[in-house]
């Protein structure tokens, strides 16, 4: 069962800012993913994470450009696709690491990605070899599929020591801690991933048949993947995820998971966020996906949330997204 996850607007303008330039026009895009041109509008909107996966894919086949204009000229299509060909038979999450930079290099894809190892960590860096505009964004969106991607092909988190992106920074710090899952993020001139060696040293367990089902939609299956067990805040969101009506209380949740409450909470904060941070995440991701299904009403939406008024519900839904829950729903 996939997570019910949403992601901040600012991904979709960063998704559509070539379009234009491609001949596209962004709105038909929005319209034929159910998304509402009108949430664009709002600076604090989410979407279900489902239809920007779905977003991603599509502008880049209209685009014919799995780089979405930010490259110095098209990723062809299957680009990445190929590159999970050529790193599915390693034997090792490190040797997937080196040919992944090696295929990058074959071609005049000006994506030069290098890769190094200590006794623990392996980090790969990109670098360009011209100069283009707004390249951050792909600098960026690499990165983060590159670790989805491994911690796939392990069927297991591969633990990130650090994170230097390219500057300057496009989203919020919460949107970075999410995408790189509490990893601390910095920017520079050059973007580098830091990654665990001994995690990269298991082996893969991912199979040629098992990534057929993996090449339909990666961008979704990397955008949603679990990581439940990489973190704390993973594991608050799993427990309450299993209640979500009536979701149990902190002290519940420290029982339940063998710490004290006080350690539970300092243990959040060392990763950017509080157990009622996560709470309300939960409520919400799973009121976007509800909000997507036909013949609920917003009452019905509201008790499942775990409100017991529908007039409390719109007004969390406003505060999490910017728009109340009727106008979110009129555009889907």
Not at 226 to 236: I, M, T, Y
């Amino acid at each position: 069962m996939l997570r019910k996850l949403s992601i901040s607007v600012d991904f979709v303008h960063a998704t559509l800012a070539n379009a234009v330039a491609a001949g596209l026009d962004p709105n038909q895009l929005l319209i034929k993913n159910r998304i509402s041109p009108r949430l664009l509008l709002e600076p604090d909107a989410r979407i279900s994470m489902e239809r920007f996966a779905d977003l991603q894919t599509h502008t880049m086949r209209a685009m014919k450009d799995e780089s979405l204009g930010y490259h110095v000229r098209p990723l062809p299509l299957g680009t990445w696709a190929m590159m999970c060909h050529a790193t599915i038979g390693a034997g090792t999450l490190l040797e997937a690491v080196e040919r992944l930079c090696q295929f990058y290099q074959l071609f005049d894809f000006d994506i030069h990605c290098d890769t190094r190892s200590s006794s623990k960590d392996t980090s790969i860096t990109l670098r360009h070899l011209s100069s283009a505009p707004n390249r951050n964004f792909l600098d960026h969106t690499f990165l983060f599929n590159c670790h989805r991607y491994l911690s796939w092909l392990g069927n297991a988190f591969v633990p990130i020591h650090k994170v230097c992106l390219q500057a300057p920074q496009r989203f919020s710090q919460q949107d970075y801690h999410r995408m790189f899952l509490g990893a601390t993020v910095s920017f520079a001139e050059s973007s580098t991933l830091v990654l665990s060696r001994k995690a990269l040293l298991a082996n893969i367990e991912q199979t040629p048949l098992s990534l057929r089902h993996y090449s339909r939609h990666p961008n979704l299956i990397m955008l949603t993947q679990s990581h439940a067990a990489s973190g704390w805040a993973g594991k608050v969101y799993g427990i309450l995820r299993r209640s979500i009506d009536q979701p149990p209380e902190l002290e519940k949740v420290a029982l339940e998971l063998g710490i004290h409450t006080q350690t539970l909470r300092r243990r959040l904060d060392s990763e950017g966020t509080s157990f009622s941070e996560i709470k309300a995440f939960m409520r919400r991701d799973y009121a976007l996906h509800l909000l997507g299904k036909q013949g609920l009403s917003i009452e019905e939406i509201a008790y499942r949330t775990g409100f017991s008024e529908s007039s409390a519900f719109i007004r969390a839904f406003k505060t999490w997204t910017g728009v109340t829950p009727y106008t979110y729903r009129k555009g889907l």
